[in-house]
C-alpha cells in the first residue's frame, strides 16, 4: 500500500453502467480499493549482531531444543495440549471459519418451502344484504417456494467474502502468536525454577558453611582467643544467609505453580515433577537472526497485523456497495387445493418472478459516513501493522544487546566467584590457624556467597535472554494443531421437551 493521498472517487454514472453490462454477462464488479501490502523502509542488517544472511523457514523452529533439557522439552508438549489460552485461539479460528462459510453463502441463491392447512368458512349473503348466509366449511391445503437471488453487480458479498477470508488467516497467525509466547513462557518460567533450585542450594551450603565457621568462633573464644562479639557475628552471618532460603523457596514455588497454569493444570500439578533437581538450561547452539526484513514472515503477529490490514481495506468495499443499487432476482410458486392429495394435480398454481431494484435515494450522508468510517478504520489497522513491525524489529534488537551485555557480565562474575571463593578457603585455614582476623573470614565469606548467588542469576538472565530473542525472532512451534475439534460436544439437541424448572431458578 503506498501513502495514502486524497483521491478523487471515480463517477458513479460510469460505474454503474460499467458494472452493470459485467453483471449481465455473468461477471460481477467491486468497488473499494484492492489491497496492496504496504511498503516499509527496513534495516538490512541488526546493529547489535553480526551481518548474516537472510533466515531459513527452518531455522528457529523448536529452538528451545537447543537448551537439550528433556523434562523442557516434554513440558512443551503439554503446554501446547493443555495450555488454555491456544484452545481459545483455536476456537477463534472455528469461528473464523464459520464466519467465512456465511460469506460464501451470500453469493449463492437462497430457496425457502412453506406449505399451510387452513379451515375455512365463507359467508353467501342475502340479496337484501342485510344477513349474511354461512356456507359449508372446507379444507384448503397450500404449498410453495420462493427463491431469491442476490446479483452481487457491486461486489458487496465479494468483499464480505474476502474480508471473512483475510480474517480467517489473521486467526491462524493470532494462534501462532498465542504458542509463540506460550513457549517462551513455559521456558522462562521452567528456567527460573531451575536457577530459584541452584539459589537455594547455594544457600544451604553456604549457610552450613557459615555455621560451622560460627561453631569454630565459639570453640576459639571459649579458649579465649576470640571475642564474643566474633561469636554474634558468625552466628548472625549464617542467620542472615538461611534467611534468603524461604524468599527463594516461594519465588521457586510461584514459577512451579505458573508453569502447571500454562501447561492447563492445577497450580501443583508440576510440584513433585519440578522437585528433582536439575541444573539451569544453558543454551550451547547460536540462535540465527538473519536480517531484520525477516520478521515479516518469522513473527506471528506482524503477519496477524497485516492481514487484519487487508481485511479492513475490504470491508471499505463492503460499505463502498452499498452506495450503490442492489438487485435481487425472486420467484415464487405456489398451489392449492382442498384435498392434499389434489396439490400436485387439480389444484390452483401461481407463479411470479423477475428482478427487483433497490437504490439509494436520501439517507442523510450515513452511507458516505459508512465508507468514511470503514477508510478510517483500515488507517487504523495500518499503523497497527507499522507499529508491530517497529516493535518487533526493538524486541529483536534488544534480546541482541542484552543477551550479548549478560555474557560478558557472566564471564567477569565467574571471575570473581572463583577468586572469592579461593578467598574465603584461605582465610578461614588461616583463622584456624590464628593468622588471620575474623573480620576477614567474615567479609570472604559473605563476598563469596554474593559472587556465586550473582554468577547463578546471570546464568538464568542468559538463558532468558535467548529465549526472549528466539521470541523476538519468531521461533515457534512446527508441528500440525488439531483445531477442529470443539471444546464442548453438545448432546440432545434435536427436538426435545424442556425441564420448566431448568428455566425458572426460583424453582
Known amino acids: 500500500m503506498t501513502s495514502r493521498l486524497p483521491r478523487r472517487r471515480p463517477g458513479r454514472a ?48 523448536r529452538w528451545w531444543q537447543g537448551l537439550r533439557d528433556r523434562t523442557l522439552d516434554s513440558l512443551m508438549d503439554e503446554a501446547v495440549a493443555g495450555n488454555l489460552d491456544v484452545a481459545n485461539a483455536k476456537a477463534r479460528i472455528r469461528e473464523a471459519r464459520a464466519n467465512r462459510k456465511q460469506s460464501i453463502a451470500a453469493l449463492f441463491p437462497t430457496l425457502d418451502g412453506s406449505g399451510s392447512l387452513t379451515r375455512n368458512r365463507t359467508g353467501n349473503s342475502a340479496p337484501s344484504d342485510t344477513a349474511p348466509v354461512s356456507g359449508s366449511p372446507y379444507t384448503l391445503y397450500q404449498a410453495g417456494f420462493d427463491a431469491s437471488f442476490e446479483l452481487d453487480i457491486f461486489g458487496a ?70 571475642s564474643a562479639v566474633d561469636v554474634a557475628k558468625a552466628v548472625a552471618q549464617a542467620a542472615s544467609t538461611e534467611a534468603n532460603i524461604p524468599q527463594l523457596t516461594a519465588a521457586y514455588a510461584e514459577a512451579v505453580h505458573r508453569l502447571g497454569i500454562l501447561l492447563g ?128 524489529l526493538e524486541d529483536v534488537e534488544n534480546a541482541l544487546v542484552s543477551l550479548s551485555e549478560e555474557r560478558k557480565r557472566e564471564r567477569k562474575l565467574a571471575e570473581s566467584a572463583k577468586n572469592y571463593g579461593e578467598a574465603a578457603r584461605l582465610s578461614r585455614s588461616l583463622y584456624q590457624t590464628g593468622t588471620s582476623s575474623f573480620l576477614d573470614v567474615l567479609d570472604a565469606e559473605r563476598s563469596a556467597y554474593s559472587a556465586e548467588d550473582s554468577l547463578l542469576q546471570s546464568r538464568v538472565a542468559i538463558t532468558t535472554d535467548w529465549i526472549a530473542l528466539a521470541k523476538a525472532l519468531g521461533g515457534g512451534w512446527d508441528r500440525p494443531v488439531d483445531v477442529s475439534k470443539p471444546e464442548v460436544v453438545d448432546t440432545g439437541t434435536l427436538p426435545h421437551l424442556i425441564d420448566v424448572r431448568v428455566m425458572d431458578p426460583a424453582r
Open 157 to 226: 458479498n465479494k468483499r464480505s467474502l474476502e474480508a471473512s477470508t483475510r480474517a480467517l488467516e489473521a486467526s491462524f497467525d493470532d494462534l501462532d502468536s498465542t504458542l509463540l509466547t506460550l513457549l517462551g513462557d513455559v521456558a522462562s518460567y521452567y528456567t527460573e525454577a531451575r536457577g530459584y533450585q541452584a539459589r537455594i542450594a547455594l544457600a544451604k551450603r553456604t549457610a552450613a558453611s557459615q555455621r560451622e565457621t560460627a561453631a569454630l568462633t565459639k570453640s576459639k573464644f571459649d579458649a579465649g582467643s576470640a
Open 14 to 61: 460510469a460505474t454503474v453502467v460499467s458494472c452493470t453490462l459485467a453483471a449481465a454477462m455473468l461477471a460481477g464488479c467491486a468497488v473499494g480499493p484492492d489491497y496492496r501490502a504496504p511498503e516499509l523502509a527496513l534495516p538490512l542488517h541488526w546493529a547489535n549482531a553480526p551481518k548474516q544472511k537472510p533466515a531459513a523457514p527452518r531455522d528457529l523452529v
Open 265 to 392: 493444570r492445577e497450580p501443583t500439578a508440576l510440584s513433585a515433577r519440578m522437585d528433582r533437581a536439575a541444573p539451569i538450561p544453558a543454551p550451547r547452539l547460536p540462535l540465527k537472526a538473519g536480517i531484520p526484513a525477516d520478521v515479516l514472515f518469522r513473527r506471528p503477529d506482524v503477519r496477524r497485523a497485516e492481514r487484519q490490514l487487508a481485511q479492513y481495506t475490504a470491508k471499505i468495499g463492503v460499505a463502498e456497495a452499498a452506495l450503490y443499487p442492489s438487485v435481487s432476482l425472486t420467484g415464487s410458486i405456489s398451489t392449492s387445493a382442498q384435498k392434499a392429495g389434489d396439490l400436485g394435480k387439480g389444484s390452483t398454481i401461481g407463479w411470479s418472478w423477475g428482478p427487483s431494484a433497490t437504490v439509494p435515494i436520501f439517507n442523510a450522508g450515513s452511507l458516505l459516513a459508512a465508507v468514511e468510517a470503514a477508510e478510517a478504520q483500515r488507517d487504523q489497522y495500518l499503523l497497527t501493522f507499522r507499529s508491530t513491525v517497529l516493535t518487533a
